[in-house]
């Protein structure tokens, strides 16, 4: 079984960085994604930005820019860099792993962006 454990998230204001982090246990397929998704408050979830083990990336337009995610595979880790936060950044924030015949989330972590 697979488990996701997120951090780094907090309260940042406006123009802010935080960098969240998403340690992943168990076995999981070298062939796979880990990606960020969030979700506001009466919102549905939405991917903020995924990652392949082959190296592809694929960004939500609204933080294309302003958010990296990078992923140290020997550690099973996938990180989020944001940068020049925006309090419509606020969410809370949970890790994906996929892999070709199932996936696992993350628990969220909350992220609270203050103008």
């Known amino acids: 079984q697979v488990q996701l454990v997120e951090s780094g998230g907090g309260l940042v204001q406006a123009g802010g960085s935080l960098r969240l982090s998403c340690a992943a246990s168990?076995?999981?397929?070298?062939?796979?994604?880990m990606g960020w998704y969030r979700q506001a408050p009466g919102k549905q979830r939405e991917l903020v930005a995924a990652?392949?083990?082959?190296?592809?990336?694929n960004y939500v337009d609204s933080v294309k820019g302003r958010f990296t995610i990078s992923r140290d595979n020997a550690k099973n880790t996938v990180y989020l860099q944001m940068n020049s936060l925006k309090p419509e950044d606020t969410a809370v924030y949970y890790c994906?792993?996929?892999w070709g015949w199932g996936n696992s989330w993350g628990q969220g972590t909350q992220v609270t962006v203050s103008s």
């Open positions: 994906r792993v996929l």
């Open positions: 168990g076995t999981i397929p070298s062939s796979n994604t």
């Open positions: 990652l392949t083990s082959a190296g592809s990336t």
